[in-house]
């Protein structure tokens, strides 16, 4: 029987609203991971260098062993290896600026390429390889990630929903409490592992309500007002993005940007990763390049062509 009575519970309708409609959902890109591994089970999957070191946890915890290799300086693998049967590549849409790469190794490996779309929300799977993304990483949910499998598969959907998570970072930034709600956002980002379990409700719902199309359109303008006034001075290679919906504008100059000086102005720039510095110099000396160097800029839904004239301002001085 329905409960009757007690208090109240958040008063939360499920919108009209429907970009991904796979009914594959999980709680976070590493935990679709999880389940794509344990679905495929390979023999061997190769993964880039320039990655967080949290995408390894689904390796760990499935079992997988696994290969690194290197980029280039347009974010594309430096070589291709010839997958044996049980083999696999994984490759990361940098950004949401490298779908026709992504595309490129799909025509190759086929249901052997695993596309991770973690910074690239809006790509819907092709039916050829197997693709993930995160919702937390474009929209202010707990949680959340979809999955498409190559179209001739049906593994089974994941039953339960997760409930292991905080809002309480959501709420803090919600009252203008950015810096404050640090320590809750990290602590979410940990209860987001590579365990197995459904999207939440609550993120469901509330995606539900998310004018998708005008969340593109804003980041596409973004993204073009900040690459009018970087164009001329950024070092990493912006290709053809109209097709694409980036996640941030990736600005690189010639030397590390004190991102405290940003920091004082409000503009909370990370670092795509830390742990990247620590790699082989001689093997790896580009995603060392990148981790040092690059600025991912926020170009996301939240901000006006105004904010975006502000942050450059401030960075036009810092550089």
Sequence with gaps: MKPVGGYFEL?????RYAYHETPYTF????????????VCKPALVYVPVYTCNALLQSFEAAGITYKRYAIDEKLDPVSLPALHSGEYFLYINYFGLKDATVEMLSARYGEQLIADCTQAFFV????CSWFFNSCRKFFGVPD???LYPPGHLRPDV?????ETYTVAHLMQRFNGHVQEGYKAFTENEQLCGAEITGMS???????SNTDHAGVI???????SYLHQVFRDINRFSITAYEEGVPMVYPLMTGMPVDREKLYRNRIFVPTFW????????????TEIKLANNLLPLPIDHRYSEDDMQKMAEVIQLTI
């Design 27 to 38: 709680k976070s890109g590493r935990s679709a991971l999880h389940y794509i591994l344990r």
């Design 217 to 223: 359109n804003r980041r596409r303008a973004n993204f």
């Design 201 to 207: 409700v609550l993120s469901e719902y509330l995606l």
């Design 124 to 127: 819907k799977g092709n039916g």
């Design 11 to 15: 008063e939360l309708s499920k919108g």
């Design 144 to 146: 959340g990630a979809y």
């Design 158 to 162: 994941v039953e339960g929903r997760n």
């Design 274 to 285: 830390e742990e990247v510095k620590q790699a082989d110099s001689r093997k790896f000396s």
